[in-house]
């Protein structure tokens, strides 16, 4: 019965889409009735309102779409809805200040002349206004009352032009900032949370070990992230349509002539295209700018991008005008002076000391007052000029409404498919499907497209994703990133704009289009289109890389970047140690060399020994590298026969696994039977035996090879983890033992600095009142502990200041232990400068020579070199199934 509710669910919400009921209401209407009828039909033929369900009842489904919801936009580190509302005003700002206009008739002139010139420059502009606007319908509509009548009065085929508006008015799904995105990025995040429980649940069925290395987890992803990784997607298909157009150019100039400017190309034009291209580039740069570079999070670039649209809105609208652009020259100055006021003073209110930091102080006060009138003053004449700013805002209210009551629907509709056992039913026939992860990706991909054709990409996005998403990122056999596939299933949304009979953007487009343009001619041009936007999505798909590795870089080389021992970094960090080893280890090894030829008797024994093998684990550490090296080689070499029998026999212990929790839950029911249902204890009974006996068969199934095979295999993967953390082991100690050496020895001159402070203890340990002699010993052993190396002082200090709490008149204890810190004192005054002058540039010269290699572990951050190499490293996707 769960699955007749499951296809009533479907059923109920297909029909409310189709006859055109409103998308916010179809989804949890859907989801409201088909709980009520099972709970219903539960009540009235088996007495229990929770009979039909797949676990629970209806009050827990129907509250639980809510309490998502209400967690998700609550909760204070899951803010990223917030940004939608900024980013809708921004768009619908810039669309009715008529600055998409301006782009559009500049940038044909300026392209115009270049063979399909005109529709170069409208994926252009698209481009841009993808970036700044992101609402395709405005980006269409505007594009369509322009660009198209030019394109079609120079003879431009009729289909190639409204296919490249179409098309270039979608852009701004895929390239940031983009709603689509956010609302990914927010599924997404969640999907990883379902993906790493289900994870480290099969890597302890795999291998009875309780808990999963971290290395083996599923990262999530967030809003900022995903902009990065669609930045490259998104250019590459700006580039594919340009190239496309050209090529049509050329092949068939008839279809696409190059079109004369009837102007001059003087220095008025240059000056139009430069305030024309300037400020969008400008607000891009500051949008996409501060989230790249880690100033701002993907909020607080919506705000900027907000406050920039408005001060261009204010500007353009009242163009002409001797005070045009005063609020924007005052916006700008205002930035200047508060990037001034931060480089160069202590921006801190609370820590201000000095006329200087009144001067930076100022300085931001002047600049904030600044910007905050011009931005009031933008919005006065936004909503002074044909009431612009109410529009905008009441549009923007609108569209955010809509997007988060269908969050809202989506929710409960999930909640209801999961409540009849769909997730269940969806993750077992992906995972019964022959040929892995990208058979189960492709199937995926393909229903994603199908489903283009029909429904708007809100919906795909906030009911496909949630159940399909954490069964994919769960795969451990491809390892992908949240943040490939939230691009992967960007890109192929961005055809449901395009596909008919419901592509939105073709809706749009036959609103402003003219009667001469047949719809067919329309449908006909953004086949083209789909089929680069599908080369697009095989390119990504292919080379992971192109939206992995801009995330990665922006990420390592931020100030928050991981510090270099974190276990995700290891394989690449190690991999960067080999590489530069071979192309630079003689410097590295003669460094060794050097340094194992010191004469370190001058040391300390204790500091000597940790010195000595410091110098010694360098060696070893290389000797380690090269193990691990074979090591991974060895268990790459046996991968190849033991990845089927692998695969293999793990499917059959996940079907075995699926028998005997059937047979469970039969003996479950058994045991619950009441009285009047005895009659069906034989039947279930029978049914537990077919169950059992088929986990019998298919254990017997399981090659007779297994075993040995696996222990083999084990014994591999066991070794090349041990040489890994024995290089690791000699590398740590390569670096540390030199590094607490050098930092005795740098600490020579405030050891020296506390001999007067160390001998007046004696007339004050003598002489002095107990209390005030206590806490002057206190104040010089805390000095002394500052101190690197001088342990030993502090220690006798400690125990003189307690032997002066229990002395009572009698001080002789407390002397006799200062007195062993004046000679310990004195000792180290004997070694300390000898060994810095004979050693301190010696093991600087050492460390500086391993500190990227052997010692990169060991260092505060990765450094630029290494940051670079590990952001391309791991833009891959490494297999890590055979640890499961």
């Given amino acids: 019965m769960e699955l007749f509710f499951l296809a009533l669910l479907v059923l109920i919400m297909a029909f409310a889409l189709g006859s055109g009921y409103p998308v916010a209401f179809a989804l949890p209407g859907a989801a409201i009735i088909s709980i009520a009828l099972a709970a219903g039909s539960g009540y009235l033929f088996a007495g229990d309102t929770d009979v039909y369900f797949h676990s629970g009842g209806p009050a827990q489904w129907l509250s639980a779409g809510v309490t998502n919801l209400r967690g998700v936009y609550w909760e204070v580190e899951r803010d990223t809805l917030i940004a939608i509302p900024l980013f809708i005003f921004m768009g619908i700002m810039l669309q009715r200040s008529k600055i998409a206009e301006d782009l559009l008739v500049t940038m044909a002139q300026l392209f115009g002349p270049v063979p399909g010139g005109l529709g170069i420059s409208v994926v252009f502009v698209g481009a841009l206004l993808a970036a700044t606007t992101g609402i395709v319908g405005a980006t269409v509509v505007a594009m369509g009352l322009i660009s198209l009548p030019a394109m079609l009065r120079n003879n431009y085929s009729p289909s190639l032009a409204t296919g490249t508006i179409a098309a270039s008015g979608t852009l701004g799904q895929i390239i940031p900032p983009s709603i689509v995105l956010i609302i990914l990025a927010d599924q997404l995040a969640s999907a990883t949370d379902q993906a790493g429980t289900a994870r480290k649940a099969l890597y302890k069925e795999a291998t009875g070990e309780l808990s999963m290395p971290s290395i083996f987890d599923v990262a999530s992803t967030s809003a900022g992230e995903m902009f990065l990784g669609a930045f490259v997607p998104g250019m590459v ?80 609208l009242t163009e002409g005008k001797r005070t045009t652009y005063i609020p924007a020259i005052m916006a700008i100055v205002s930035l200047f002076l508060v990037s001034y006021a931060l480089s160069n003073y202590d921006m801190n209110v609370k820590s201000i000391d000095s006329s200087e930091d009144r001067v930076g102080i100022t300085i931001g006060v002047v600049a904030a007052i600044m910007f905050a009138i011009s931005l009031a003053w933008s919005g006065w004449r936004v909503l002074k000029v044909e009431d612009t700013l109410r529009g905008v805002m009441l549009e923007t209210a609108k569209t955010t409404s809509l997007v988060f009551i269908i969050l809202l629907g989506a929710a409960m509709l ?159 960090l190690e991999e960067y ?152 082991r000699s590398a740590d100690s390569s670096w540390e033992g030199a590094a607490q050496v050098l930092a005795v020895l740098n600490a020579n001159a405030a050891f020296t600095a506390l001999e007067a402070d160390l001998r007046n203890l004696r007339m004050v340990i003598e002489t002095t009142a107990e209390k005030q002699a206590i806490a002057t010993v206190q104040d010089v052993e805390r000095a002394f502990r500052d101190v690197e190396g001088a342990d030993e002082v502090k220690k006798a200090l400690a125990k003189a200041r307690r032997e002066l709490k229990n002395s009572g008149t009698d001080r002789s204890d407390a002397l006799g232990e200062y007195e062993d810190a004046v000679i310990e004192f004195e000792a180290q005054q004997v070694w300390r400068p000898t060994a810095e002058a004979a050693l301190k540039p010696e093991i600087e010269a050492y460390l500086a020579a391993i500190q990227d290699t052997l010692g990169a572990r060991q260092q505060p951050r990765l450094s630029r070199e290494q940051a670079l190499f590990v952001a391309a490293c791991s833009s891959s996707h490494r297999d890590v199934s055979l640890n499961f």
């Fill in 237 to 316: 298909l700006v580039g594919l349509y340009m190239l496309y157009i050209m090529i049509f150019a050329i092949i068939k100039p008839s279809a696409a002539p190059a079109v004369r400017f009837d102007g001059k190309f003087d220095f008025s034009f240059w000056r139009n295209v430069a305030l024309t291209l300037i400020p969008p580039l400008a607000l891009i740069f500051l949008v996409l700018g501060s989230i790249i570079t880690g100033v701002a999070t993907v909020n607080q670039a919506g705000a900027i991008g907000a406050a920039g649209a408005l001060i261009m809105g204010g500007y353009r």
């Fill in 577 to 728: 140690v080999e590489d530069h080893l071979a192309t630079d280890g003689a410097t590295v090894r003669s460094a060794i060399t050097r340094a194992r030829g010191l004469d370190l008797s001058t040391l300390p024994k204790d500091l000597a020994k940790d010195l000595g093998k410091s110098f010694e684990d360098a060696d070893n550490a290389i000797l380690a590298l090269k193990a691990t090296s074979d090591a991974g080689d060895a268990v790459v070499a046996a991968s190849g026969d033991y990845r089927p029998l692998l695969r293999s026999v793990r499917r059959l212990e996940k079907d075995i696994r699926t028998e005997e929790e059937e047979a469970k839950a039969l003996q479950t029911r058994i045991n619950r039977l009441q009285d009047g249902e005895f009659d069906l204890k034989p039947e279930l009974e029978a049914e537990m035996q077919v169950h059992l006996a088929r986990a019998e068969e298919l254990r017997g199934d399981i090659p007779a090879e297994w075993r040995d095979a696996y222990a083999t295999f084990s014994s591999l993967t066991k070794a090349e983890s041990r040489a890994r953390t024995s290089y690791q």
């Fill in 414 to 572: 999930t909640s209801a498919f999961r409540a009849f056992g769909g997730e269940d039913l969806v993750r077992d026939f992906l995972n019964s499907l022959p040929g892995g992860f990208w058979t189960q990706f492709i199937i995926v991909m393909l229903v994603i497209f199908i489903l283009g054709f029909f429904l708007d990409f809100i919906e795909i996005a906030v009911v496909v994703v949630p159940i399909v998403a954490p069964i994919l990122l769960a795969d451990p056999s491809a390892n992908i990133t949240a943040v490939w596939l939230g691009v992967m299933i960007g890109l192929n949304i961005q055809t449901s704009f395009l596909t008919p009979p419901f592509g939105f953007a073709l809706f749009y487009l036959r609103g402003v289009a003219p009667a001469a343009v047949r719809t067919v001619q329309m449908y006909r041009g953004v086949v083209a289109f789909i089929s680069l936007q599908l080369l697009a999505l095989g390119i990504m798909g292919t080379v992971p890389e192109l939206v992995n590795y801009l995330p990665n870089r922006v990420s390592y080389l931020s100030d928050t970047s991981p510090p270099p021992r974190n276990p995700k970094l290891q394989f690449c």
